[in-house]
């Protein structure tokens, strides 16, 4: 139920008079979060520097939060809830509120006796004082429960079913009647036809209905559409033809009248030249056509409605001549003067207001043209809005009156203020319904909104958080919504987090997310892998990777990623070394097939004939062997071998060479040379990952540098384990046989170096 918007005062004291509140702050995520533990917390936030809020304005959309509770919130209707949408709702709960405690807590359902008993003088309806708390009694009784039972509460399904039902009403206070709202079937039958003809508003039950604009649109229409339908009643000699022609449409007058129009500008035309004949007669040749316009007109096949023929005069042109209407005029026009004649002329010599049949003096056209001014004027000032025309296509002049001179306009109007009558008990049910979700949500609402304290302490899922994650043996806790993945992505990329972007289906829904990997690896997680989805309601969607912002995972990644560089680059080399002696073997066998004999050939392949072979070029003659040359080779080959070899082994004398104690010392820095400039960036990026730019990508406006360093990173995704407790077989029928000269040659190494260490320790005894 939409509901009137809070008022922007506040019943708390202003700050200037307000002592300080005793704030509390907690330091989680790298920055200071206010606690907000009691109702006192929550009234105080607006005297709280929002500088120390964590966000600022959070969407309406993508959240795992009461929708209805979010539409209240936002009373401008932007998809946007921010921090004095926030402070308001608190407020005017805590009004309603005997103990504003219970806002604190959440409570729901919400107890009647709560309710504030102060705010208005007593009546009949409301023995108790407040209207709210006689809104709510009604509503108990609407849904048949006892209002005065002494634990009489109100649930936020309560308030949906009580509104439902108020809703189904005809009259239901929101100013919009439907058809079920009519008193007679005539007045059912005035409803439909504004629903058909001016559009409709949606009434508060979802059906369509129409409201006060839209009956004073439609009479409005009608009055002006049947003014100028009577103007021939009022205004003799209007209709050219005699008011005796008129029939719904005006036929015969409008047939005459566009009869008129289709011959006007030609005939027009025709005078104008025999006056411009008369005076000069040197005109009148060039006035009647050239001889080269009738000489183009010869040349070719001619119809009735040529265009070239058209262009020419009506009839040919003489000083002070009249227009033939009959023998010789132009045959392009003949049917248009016909038409003239028939629907225009002949009546008006009925009529004896002309005489003229056969042919047309100036005079007559004249006065032709001035019998039809009125009546040209009238009907270019026939109303032209969608909504007369409509009227008039519905309605004859008749039916129009009868409609005008009924009382159905003030019928239907009563109607309408009946319904708004109602629009305070609309209004009181609708905060009803506020305050329930108000008191269940708002503490909720701002401790993700001023603080975000469930999800750094993990006590709850964060109204961002939209599910889980299960894929590459990983559970990934933090997985927000991508309302827009192509956008999200662009600015999330700034969070130094690991993003996957997965696309989740689950029958015909289809929604996208951006889960956050913080432990683990990122070896497998590629484009186009598959996992399940978990959202809230613990339903399960396919999810497949469709996007990936790579960033480290984990200090175990980083440790390990120099090496698996070596031992990918290395494979790949070897690899195309397989591949290019596997690719000569197959042309070399391949050479050696093509020049063997025909009887030869292997089975698969075509004979060789005679001219297939003459075909095939001798194979080319090897080149000399270049003594000089390979011996350069050989030489640069031995000498880079020998630079390897005495680097190994004055590496391997130098390791050697050290005391017993400095070998593991040599080893870790060995290791720290390696692995410690990625480990070390990769800290530094761990650390500085932020939460903010993953929510403002969806609209937030996180107010705060939320780091998810690395401790709370590890928390937010979960490497599988084996369970405490669980047995676990080692034995694997189908391991890879390992080879024993690996073991020996271990053995032999640390045989040698615990030789070298037993020389150093006891050589000088």
């Not at 827009?484 to 996208?512: M, T, W």
Request: with cysteine; proline share 6%.
């Amino acid at each position: 139920m939409s509901a009137p918007a809070i008022p922007e005062h506040s019943a708390q004291p202003s700050q200037a008079n307000r002592a300080p509140h005793p704030w509390r702050f907690f330091r989680i995520g790298g920055f200071d979060q206010v606690r907000l533990d009691s109702a006192a917390d929550l009234l105080a936030l607006d005297a709280l520097d929002q500088k120390l809020w964590v966000a600022l304005a959070c969407p309406t959309a993508g959240l795992e939060f009461d929708p209805t509770t979010l539409a209240l919130l936002d009373a401008d209707r932007d998809g946007r809830i921010r921090a004095p949408d926030l402070i308001a709702a608190l407020q005017w709960t805590a009004r309603h509120l005997h103990d504003a405690e219970l806002l604190a807590r959440g409570t729901h359902p919400l107890p009647l006796a709560a309710l504030a008993r102060d705010e208005g003088a007593a009546s009949a309806d409301a023995p108790a004082g407040g209207h709210l708390l006689a809104a709510a009694r009604a509503l108990l009784i609407r849904l048949g429960r006892d209002a005065n039972a002494p634990d009489a509460s109100i649930t936020a399904d309560d308030a949906a079913a009580a509104d439902a039902l108020f809703a189904s009403d005809p009259f239901n206070g929101d100013g919009v009647i439907t058809g079920a709202a009519a008193s007679t079937p005539r007045v059912a039958q005035r409803i439909d036809d504004i629903l058909t003809l001016t559009g409709s508003a949606p009434d508060r039950s979802g059906q369509p209905g129409i409201t006060q604009a839209h009956v004073d649109d439609f009479f409005a229409a009608a009055r002006a559409l049947a003014d100028w339908q009577n103007a021939p009643s009022r205004t003799p000699g209007l209709l050219p033809l005699g008011a005796d022609s008129l029939d719904k449409t005006g036929s015969s007058n409008a047939a005459a009248a566009s009869a008129l129009a289709a011959v006007r500008a030609k005939i027009d035309d025709y005078f104008t030249r025999c006056r411009l004949a008369a005076f000069d007669a040197r005109a009148t040749t060039a006035l009647n056509g050239s001889d080269a316009d009738f000489l183009a007109l010869g040349a070719r096949l001619l119809a009735n409605a040529d265009a070239d023929a058209a262009a020419l005069p009506l009839a040919r042109v003489e000083a002070d001549r009249p227009l033939p209407l009959t023998h010789g005029v132009n045959p392009a026009w003949a049917g248009a003067l016909q038409d003239f004649v028939e629907r225009v002329l002949t009546p008006l010599a009925e009529s004896a207001s002309t005489t003229a049949t056969t042919t047309l003096t100036e005079e007559d056209w004249c006065h032709v043209c001035g019998r039809f001014a009125a009546y040209l004027d009238w009907q270019a000032s026939k109303p032209a809005t969608p909504l007369s025309d409509a009227i008039a296509a519905r309605f004859t002049a008749p039916e129009l009156a009868d409609l005008l001179a009924s009382d159905d306009e003030a019928a239907l109007s009563a109607l309408i203020a009946a319904d708004a009558a109602r629009a305070d008990e609309a209004a009181a049910l609708a905060d009803v319904q506020r305050l329930v979700l108000y008191v269940r949500d708002l503490a909720h609402l701002a401790d993700n909104f001023v603080a975000f304290r469930g999800f750094y302490t993990g006590r709850e899922p964060a109204i961002f958080q939209s599910g889980t994650l299960y894929l590459d043996g990983r559970s990934c806790n933090l997985c927000i919504p991508a309302l827009d993945p192509a956008r999200h992505a662009a600015l999330a990329a700034q969070s130094g987090i690991f993003l996957a972007y997965c696309d989740c289906v689950r029958g015909n829904e289809k929604r996208s997310i951006a889960a956050a990997f913080t432990a683990g690896d990122s070896d497998q997680l590629t484009v186009g892998r598959n996992g399940v989805f978990y959202d809230r309601q613990g339903r399960d969607w396919d999810a497949t990777i469709t996007r990936i912002v790579d960033n480290p995972i984990s200090l175990r990644q980083a440790f390990w990623s120099p090496y698996k560089k070596l031992a990918r680059l290395i494979g790949e080399q070897l690899q195309k070394v397989a591949a290019a002696r596997a690719k000569a073997v197959d042309d070399s066998a391949a050479a050696h097939v093509l020049g063997l004999p025909g009887n030869l050939v292997p089975a698969g392949l075509p004979p060789t004939t005679p001219a297939a072979a003459s075909a095939v070029p001798p194979p080319a003659k090897p080149a000399a062997f270049d003594a000089g040359r390979f011996a350069g080779i050989f030489a640069a080959i031995g000498l880079a071998i020998g630079a390897i070899g005495a680097a190994l082994a004055s590496l391997v004398t130098g390791f050697l060479g050290l005391p017993w104690w400095q070998m593991p010392i040599a080893l870790a820095g060995l290791l720290l040379i390696v692995s410690g400039p990625a480990v070390a960036l990769a800290a530094f990026r761990l650390r500085n990952r932020n939460l903010a730019p993953l929510l403002d990508a969806n609209g937030w406006a996180v107010n705060a540098r939320a780091r998810i360093n690395i401790p709370f990173g590890t928390s937010l995704t979960h490497v599988a384990k084996l369970p405490a407790g669980a047995e676990r077989s080692l034995s694997d029928p189908y391991a890879e046989k390992k080879s024993p000269w690996g073991f020996y040659a271990f053995l032999l190494i640390a045989a040698a170096l615990l030789a070298v260490v037993a020389v150093r320790l006891f050589g000088g005894h």
